[in-house]
């Protein structure tokens, strides 16, 4: 069972750092996409960034140059580093994967991890 596991959120001040983690469970033989979303209280899921299989990656505007997501090859993760870091940056950050194969023979899948919380105040 292939499972997506969030790490790194967490309270930090304006302006400040953080670097989320995706791990999935059973390791990464290719995938279609990767993304981070993120859903604030009272707010639909929005996307945030993703990734393809072929390393192109994409940003929502209100990111671009602040966020960066990547893939950790070695530990199967994908990372989301998070920059100059802002109050409306706040809320729980779910990492999602597309067509993702653990294994050559593995059928392909999407999911969702649990999400982790990211908040952002003085």
């Known amino acids: 069972q292939v499972q997506l596991v969030e790490s790194g959120g967490g309270l930090v001040q304006p302006g400040g750092s953080l670097t989320l983690s995706c791990a999935v469970s059973?390791?990464?033989?290719?995938?279609?996409?990767m993304s981070w979303y993120r859903q604030a209280p009272g707010n639909e899921r929005e996307l945030v960034a993703y990734?393809?299989?072929?390393?192109?990656?994409n940003y929502q505007e209100s990111v671009k140059g602040r966020f960066t997501i990547s893939r950790d090859n070695a530990k199967n993760t994908v990372l989301l580093q998070m920059n100059n870091l802002k109050p409306e940056d706040t809320a729980v950050y779910y990492c999602?994967?597309?067509?993702?194969?653990?294994?050559?023979?593995?059928?392909?899948?999407?999911?969702w991890g649990q999400g982790t919380q990211v908040t952002v105040s003085p």
């Open positions: 999602k994967a597309v067509g993702l194969q653990s294994t050559a023979s593995d059928p392909k899948g999407d999911y």
């Open positions: 990734i393809t299989g072929f390393g192109f990656t």
């Open positions: 059973g390791g990464i033989f290719s995938f279609d996409g």
